[in-house]
Structure formats: C-alpha cells, structure tokens
C-alpha cells in the first residue's frame, strides 16, 4: 500500500509556542490530506482536510487560526499549532487517500507543559 | 451525512477462538467502508475495504468483513484469534471519491491466553 509518514513522531514543547507537523507521502501524489486528532482511548476526529494549491477547509469547532494548515505541494502538507497550550495535548494523525483507500501516517505525539 | 456506530467498546476473546466486531453504517449515498487496526502509539494500518464489489472482503492477517446492505452492517470476523491480533480496531465510512472518512468510536480487542 502507499506510505505516509509524519515529522516528528514526538514533540514536548512549552505553553506559548507553536509546533510544526509535516505530513508527507511518500510514493504517491495527494492533492486532498485529512488532519484527525486523537485523545487517549478514543477515536479519531477530523480537524481539517488540506487541499493543495488552496485553503484548508476546518471541521465545525476548529479554530482556524489556532490549527495553521499548509498543503505546498502535491506531497506535502504541514499543521501548525500556534501558540500551544496543555488542553492542545493530543495525538495527531494525517492520512491521504490513494486507489480507493485512505493512509495513515504513524502519528506526531504532541505534549505541551 | 454518514456516520458509523461500532458495538461494544471492548471484546475479550481467547486465543484461537472466533473474533467478531461488530459496526454499523449510515450513509445518504453509496458508501465505502473501512476497518482499521491501530497498536498503541502508531497510526492506523488497513485491514480491508468494500468499495462496491463483492460484498464479502478479505483482508490481511485472516480478517474478512461481509457487507450487508439490508442490514447496514459490515461486521469484521478472523476464525482463530491470535495473541497479536490484540489492538484497537476501527470502522470507518466514506462516500465515493477522495471524500472524508467518518470513524466509528473503536474496539479495543483484548486475547486472552
């Protein structure tokens, strides 16, 4: 199957920065990327779906401003979480749709202090 | 608006014996459905797919899953349990085309020895 892959798989920062997640894949090309966030012991829920060459189109509840989304090229899309707080604590996770199917990437563990 | 419904947050089973998750669809169109399987601290791996070919779906690592229209249901099965197979697994609908995938709330399948 295709393969994405995150940057970083890990990252601990302190309140009040802002935190960059790259999203790429790997062997294929994406025009569309779906952001999910994911809390301990639940499901995945969608944040944003990146399109490239355009905006990023945000899921009700999601601050726009707050979750930055950059898709700059047909393999590559970035999350930014601007000004992160502890509550931003989360598991996030990219995938990216190719031959009928959506991928996943592994997942960037996101702790704020 | 498509949504999924899986039944029981977590099944036991022995090892060897019959796995059943169960999962139900809503859909206004006609859907594609998923099953993923997601290890602790990793992004999610496909294990099957229906995209409106044959109704009964066979995936990987001896999982199959039969789509029944009448019945909104498109429950994952694997004969014989194995010890590895213990995860968090995941239904999830689409529409047609590079469109969102809406997850269900997930299985935790634990094996007893």
């Known amino acids: 199957g295709a393969v994405v892959s995150q940057h970083p798989s890990r990252v601990i920062c302190k309140s009040g920065t802002s935190v960059k997640i790259e999203c790429r894949s790997l062997d294929f090309q994406a025009t569309t990327m779906f952001w999910y966030r994911q809390f301990p012991k639940q499901s995945l829920m969608l944040m944003a779906t990146?399109?490239?060459?355009?905006?990023?189109?945000?899921e009700q509840g999601v601050e726009k401003d707050k979750f930055l989304i950059n898709h700059a090229s047909l393999t590559l899309s970035t999350l930014t979480v601007t000004s992160a707080h502890p509550e931003d604590s989360s598991f996030y996770i990219c995938?990216?749709?190719?031959?009928?199917?959506?991928?996943f990437g592994p997942g960037t563990r996101l702790t704020v202090l | 608006a498509q949504s999924v419904t899986q039944l029981g947050s977590h099944v036991s089973v022995s090892e060897g014996a019959l796995v059943l998750l169960r999962c139900n669809y809503s859909s206004s169109v006609p859907p594609y459905l998923f099953w993923y399987v997601q290890y602790p601290n990793q992004g999610l791996q496909l294990l099957l797919k229906?995209?409106?070919?044959?109704?009964l779906v066979k995936g990987i690592n001896d999982f199959e899953a039969e789509f029944k229209k009448s019945e909104t249901s498109f429950h994952l099965t694997k004969p014989s349990a194995h010890m590895s197979d213990a995860a968090e697994y995941f239904c999830?609908?689409?529409?047609?085309?590079?469109?969102?995938?809406?997850f269900g709330q997930g299985t935790r399948l634990t094996i007893n020895p």
């Open positions: 999830a609908v689409s529409g047609q085309g590079a469109q969102k995938l809406v």
């Open positions: 990146s399109n490239e060459g355009s905006k990023a189109t945000y």
């Open positions: 995938s990216a749709p190719e031959g009928g199917a959506w991928f």
């Open positions: 229906y995209t409106s070919a044959a109704t």
